[in-house]
């Protein structure tokens, strides 16, 4: 692909052009932003751009022999929010004209090259220009351990020098210093003040005067040391160049054989993951007894199974065919708008917006759809679509889609992180589709489902293998999760582990159980009949996150966090809720285990053996009865109950539903939003009847 590369001069959007070239890339042209002519500046107050150093920038066309495209920055940092939209004035809006110059003249580039690390205000910035003008961004350093990155620039030949200081520690005597002499330095710094070794924090710029993509190096010759502050601690200086030269280089020197591309596989779970996998003795174990419902006497209504537990909600399996069952739909595109304006209904008459929903469920019949249903439900959302799990099964009926949903409101002054990265980069896989990777809000984390993708390409790993797909999928999953400084560990509630063919499912828990090491939490392992891209496993997640404000202000203003954390546990001891998950048999036939937390509580239960449908049915909601009781919690109080069962039981979505709320209503007013799926197989035996998750709060 031909690519732009967004140049400041520092060490970061060079390697990243490096990054560009080795993953098979072209750079086809280089583009900046400087301050304006008439500002008399070398420095502008950007929230974006390094412009230090703009006075070197227009040697870059000559040392690459790529045309070099300019703009001045005549914006400022008018949104300073997390997110960005079309703003007037604002410093981004520079970029978005600048990319279209490069494309009038290059309408074949496709992407652009962006060396962001750690910055979300960067990349959520560049990445909603790149969306505007139909282009990819590239970011391969993104989320890279800095210490590794730094070492690894160096090596591979990027000669940058330190142009800025700005750190208790660096000194103007460390300007003009390449980062390979200063690497030992910073290690030093980051050990002593947490100096972010790559200079993520602003600690340092760089200028970058020689690397293997160019033809000619820069020979600086004479420059001025400006001192912005002389403070004792944290000296701000900066070199402005005086004169610059460029000299021509040697083949030898355009080596580019240090350029490493990461390796998905050096991981350090990969080989114990797929180890184990391939370990894995004995076979499927068929249920029982087969069970089949025989009341098909039953009426099969269309009802609406929602639950409000303001702030949370929850919207049980909805189709477009839930207000009229004669209606008829001539494509997919007809039938997904009808289902999302049918969903959009609930919300609004909840007085909720898709702003607020935290998680969706998308169940497809026919996964060959999938681009297909996308591009209407895209046009639901705005910048940060909801997270979201899509799979393919049986739907049963003449629905083609089933959408499931989870919201929570909105509320002022109370924090709401979504983690919407559409780059590509090594870290984790982009967006395949209209949704985040997280929402964390109000003590949930909802992570969107995760398939084996290798991040720099978007493609499953060659040759197939469910193995290192598993292997895969658990390291994207573990890589997002470590950004919201949670632990996939220790602080998941709850896991699906979807899989596309029954005989995966003992493979799958091999993985699972390995990868935690310890005590797994409440996980349904479900075989369904396809998953996105023809992947053979994905996993779907809930974790338990902290409370924005766990305690009341006035009671708790003279506390420390650690006096908070002891009147926690000793309120959980006093409610009696287990720490970690447990196990929940007191019901013959019925696999049942909980997690349960100050702030929500997660059940699945699995039956195994039943002599008939209404015993699986009385089995399941028994066990569950207990589960509630061990977690001192009541029916009224389950959000969403998601039961999965056995194609071959020949009874539809619907009717499950309405078989499951008269048994809960025969214990609670209120029945949670229900959810019925079909699945081919069910349990990491493959001897689950039906299995079910529950979501409480």
């Not at 996998?277 to 499927?284: A, F, R, T």
């Not at 639901?380 to 089933?402: E, H, M, Y």
Request: proline share 4%.
């Amino acid at each position: 692909m031909k690519i732009v590369a967004l140049v400041s001069g520092g060490k970061d959007s060079c390697y990243n052009m490096m990054q560009c070239v080795a993953n098979g890339h072209e750079i086809a042209a280089i583009a900046n932003l400087k301050p304006p002519n008439d500002s008399g500046k070398d420095e502008l107050d950007s929230f974006m751009y390094q412009t230090v150093g703009h006075d070197a920038i227009h040697l870059y066309s000559e040392c690459m022999d790529v045309p070099l495209y300019r703009r001045e920055i005549e914006g400022r940092s008018v949104l300073q929010g997390s997110d960005y939209t079309v703003t007037a004035d604002d410093e981004t809006e520079d970029l978005y004209m600048l990319l279209k110059d490069v494309l009038s003249d290059h309408p074949d580039i496709k992407g652009v090259s962006v060396g962001a690390i750690l910055s979300n205000y960067q990349r959520v910035r560049v990445e909603h220009v790149c969306n505007r003008l139909g282009l990819t961004s590239f970011a391969y350093l993104w989320r890279r351990e800095q210490k590794e990155l730094l070492f690894e620039m160096a090596n591979a030949g990027v000669n940058a020098i330190l142009i800025k200081i700005a750190a208790i520690g660096l000194k103007p005597m460390h300007l003009g210093k390449s980062i390979g002499q200063m690497y030992p330095f910073l290690c030093k710094m980051n050990e002593m003040y947490e100096l972010h070794i790559c200079g993520e924090g602003g600690e340092y710029e760089t200028f970058t005067v020689d690397c293997p993509l160019f033809k000619k190096r820069i020979v600086v010759e004479e420059t001025e040391t400006v001192v912005h502050s002389d403070d004792a601690f944290a000296q701000v200086a900066y070199l402005r160049f005086k004169k610059c030269s460029v000299v021509e280089k040697t083949k030898e020197e355009m080596d580019m054989s240090q350029t490493i591309v990461q390796d998905w596989k050096s991981w350090n779970m990969h080989d114990d993951i797929v180890s184990a996998i391939e370990n894995v003795q004995g076979s499927l174990i068929e249920p029982i007894k087969k069970i089949v419902f025989e009341k098909q006497n039953m009426v099969e209504q269309q009802k609406s199974f929602d639950s409000d537990q303001s702030p949370y909600f929850a919207i049980g399996g909805t189709t477009a065919y839930q207000k009229n069952t004669q209606k008829q739909y001539y494509n997919i595109e007809e039938e997904t708008m009808a289902c999302m304006e049918a969903v959009q209904e609930k919300l609004t008459s909840k007085q909720l917006e898709w702003k607020d929903v935290v998680t969706m469920n998308v169940v497809v019949d026919n996964m060959d759809d999938f681009g297909r249903i996308n591009a209407i439900y895209k046009k639901f959302f705005d910048i940060n679509p909801s997270p979201r799990a899509l799979v393919g099964t049986k739907l049963n009926g003449k629905a083609k889609l089933q959408i499931d949903l989870v919201a929570i409101k909105t509320i002022d002054n109370v924090k709401r992180d979504t983690m919407h990265v559409q780059g590509l980069s090594y870290w984790a896989p982009a967006n395949i589709g209209p949704y985040s990777q997280s929402v964390v809000t109000q003590g949930h984390a909802f992570v969107a489902g995760q398939i084996g993708l290798v991040p720099n390409t978007l493609e499953l790993p060659e040759p197939r293998s469910f193995a290192e797909e598993a292997a895969l999928s658990l390291r994207n999953l573990e890589n997002i999760v470590s950004v919201l400084e949670l632990s996939l560990r220790s602080d998941i509630a709850l896991c699906y582990c979807y899989v596309s063919d029954p005989s995966y499912l003992p493979l799958a828990k091999a993985a699972w159980e390995t990868y935690l090491g310890q005590s797994a939490p409440p996980t349904l392992y479900i075989a369904l009949f396809s998953l996105p891209k023809g992947a053979m496993i994905e996993w779907q997640v809930l974790l338990n996150a902290p409370l924005p404000t766990p305690f009341g202000e006035e009671e708790y203003e003279n506390t420390t966090d650690e006096e908070q954390d002891e009147e926690t546990l000793r309120s959980l001891q006093l409610l009696k809720i287990r720490e970690d998950p447990f196990d929940v048999n007191s019901v013959s036939g019925v696999q049942c285990r909980a997690y349960a937390k100050s702030n929500m509580t997660s059940i699945v239960a699995q039956v195994t053996d039943a002599t008939d449908f209404d015993h699986v049915v009385s089995q399941l909601i028994r066990a569950v009865d207990e589960a509630l009781k061990d977690c001192k919690k009541k029916w009224n109080q389950v959000l969403s109950l998601r039961i999965f069962y056995r194609n071959e039981m020949n009874i539809t979505n619907e009717v499950l539903s309405h078989v499951l709320e008269a048994e809960i209503l025969k214990r609670s007013n209120i029945v949670p939003a229900i959810t019925s799926i079909t699945a081919s197989a069910l349990n990491f035996s493959g001897d689950g009847l039906v299995a079910c998750a529950l979501h409480v709060v």
